[in-house]
């Protein structure tokens, strides 16, 4: 499978504890965004990544989220001292250009 | 005023109907949009993009009304496969790609 991939697919952790994401890209795309999606919204901006570089963050990404792409190929998403309030699918996309296409997300639940 | 509002629906129809969904945006200095669908506790796919002049992709006809700032999708002679959420999605302006999503339109088609 070529399409993009995240993992892992489900997490349930415990308030306070930190949380780590990964994606990988379709390969050839240089651009990376990270989403956040609840119960009957549409996926939010949280983050985007040209290469290695972080262009761009949300309002939405508080101190306690840290996102990184250290060769411009995968991504982690860090998640610290978790919340209730950030239960939520967390969807990665990469594009060529204007175009994205989206990984499975990882569903994640703060208990 | 929210940046990308659609009628959540939900909308059903029989097998084999039309179907039309509108979607409005704020920010005039938006350039792309686009259509996705997403299924129930899966990742959004794109479905289309739209383009000024409107296009066609089999079944499907979006179209884009600059001056009003009104998108629309319609879906002819519905299958049930075409159950989903419909998600207008537009490129934030002056961003570097980062889409705004509607909530999404809810279809169902019924045999």
């Known amino acids: 499978d070529t399409g993009v991939s995240q993992n892992p697919r489900h997490k349930i952790t415990k308030r306070g504890q930190n949380v780590t994401f990964r994606c990988d890209p379709i390969?050839?795309?240089?651009?990376l965004y990270w989403y956040r999606q609840t119960l009957g919204q549409g996926p939010e901006f949280l983050t985007y990544?040209?290469?290695?570089?972080?262009?761009?963050k949300s309002r939405l990404l508080s101190d306690r989220f840290s996102a990184e792409r250290p060769k411009g190929s995968f991504s982690t998403l860090e998640i610290q001292r978790t919340e209730q309030g950030d239960s939520a699918m967390y969807l990665c996309?990469?594009?060529?250009?204007?175009?994205?296409?989206f990984g499975p997300g990882t569903r994640l639940t703060v208990l | 005023r929210k940046e990308v509002e659609q009628d959540p629906g939900p909308f059903n129809v029989p097998e084999g109907a039309t179907v039309a969904f509108n979607c409005t945006y704020s920010?005039?200095?938006?350039?792309?949009f686009f259509w996705y669908r997403q299924d129930c506790r899966k990742e959004p796919k794109l479905l289309m993009s739209?383009?000024?002049s409107g296009n066609e992709d089999g079944r499907f006809t979006a179209q884009l009304n600059r001056a009003s700032q009104y998108i629309s999708l319609l879906i002819r002679d519905s299958k049930l496969s075409d159950s989903a959420t419909y998600l207008c999605v537009v490129e934030e302006g002056g961003s570097q790609g980062n889409l705004i999503f509607g909530k999404g339109t809810k279809l169902s088609v019924k045999p």
């Open positions: 920010n005039s200095a938006s350039q792309s």
């Open positions: 996309a990469s594009s060529p250009r204007n175009e994205q296409f």
């Open positions: 990544f040209q290469n290695e570089a972080q262009l761009e």
């Open positions: 390969s050839e795309h240089n651009r």
């Open positions: 739209v383009y000024s």
